[in-house]
T-cell receptor
Framework: GAVVSQHPSRVICKSGTSVKIECRSL??????MFWYRQFPKKSLMLMAT?????????EQGVEKDKFLINHASLTLSTLTVTSAHPEDSSFYIC???????????FGDGTRLSIL | GQNIDQPTEMTATEGAIVQINCTYQ??????LFWYQQHAGEAPTFLSY????GLEEKGRFSSFLSRSKGYSYLLLKELQMKDSASYLC??????????????FGDGTTLTVKP
């Protein structure tokens, strides 16, 4: 089946640090990747949709300058949380879809803790 | 936009059958997905329905009625490991956000011995 790799799985860092999270589709080309944030016992909150070679589409209320997304190739998208603060602590999950007729497949998530 | 409703919690007994319902109200529709998510882990894909009817995959089946805006996930021969959150997701019509799905809040299923 389709495999999506997300790295790192866990990050603990000081306030003010910028953190980069990578999402890779290992066995298919992902024209679209999605970045989600999930709080404990809550559902997935879509942050942005990333399309290869173009700017990401951010959901309402998500700061573009805070959460930088780069989709440089058909197999890699990155999310950078810039100058992270404790309120940015969360579970971040990426997903990828080969095309609009295929389901999204999720990475294992990144648990971000800002001290 | 999309509105997706599913029960918050359900409890069932090991070996039994449980049905998790999902209703949706959308301006467009391009498929409905069910995902399983264990605590602290990312969701895993279970099933996909785009046409009306039942899709069966082992112990899991999913049903869709587009005219009613309704789907259910049926889990048979429940096992303790089936305790998880089950997410219903509806994909928007292909367009500028091709493939973008809206997720329900999830149904937390607890399987008891």
């Amino acid at each position: 089946g389709a495999v999506v790799s997300q790295h790192p799985s866990r990050v603990i860092c000081k306030s003010g640090t910028s953190v980069k999270i990578e999402c890779r589709s290992l066995d298919f080309q992902a024209t679209t990747m999605f970045w989600y944030r999930q709080f404990p016992k809550k559902s997935l909150m879509l942050m942005a949709t990333s399309n290869e070679g173009s700017k990401a589409t951010y959901e309402q209320g998500v700061e573009k300058d805070k959460f930088l997304i780069n989709h440089a190739s058909l197999t890699l998208s990155t999310l950078t949380v810039t100058s992270a603060h404790p309120e940015d602590s969360s579970f971040y999950i990426c997903s990828a879809a080969g095309n609009s007729n295929q389901p999204q497949h999720f990475g294992d998530g990144t648990r971000l803790s800002i001290l | 936009g999309q509105n997706i409703d599913q029960p918050t919690e359900m409890t069932a007994t090991e070996g039994a059958i449980v049905q998790i319902n999902c209703t949706y109200q959308t301006s467009g529709f391009n498929g409905l997905f069910w995902y399983q998510q264990h605590a602290g882990e990312a969701p895993t894909f279970l099933s996909y329905n785009v046409l009306d009817g039942l899709e069966e995959k082992g112990r899991f089946s999913s049903f869709l009625s587009r005219s009613k805006g309704y789907s259910y996930l049926l889990l048979k021969e429940l096992q303790m490991k089936d305790s998880a959150s089950y997410l219903c997701a509806v994909r928007e019509v292909v367009g500028t956000n091709a493939g973008k799905s809206t997720f329900g809040d999830g149904t937390t299923l607890t399987v008891k011995p």
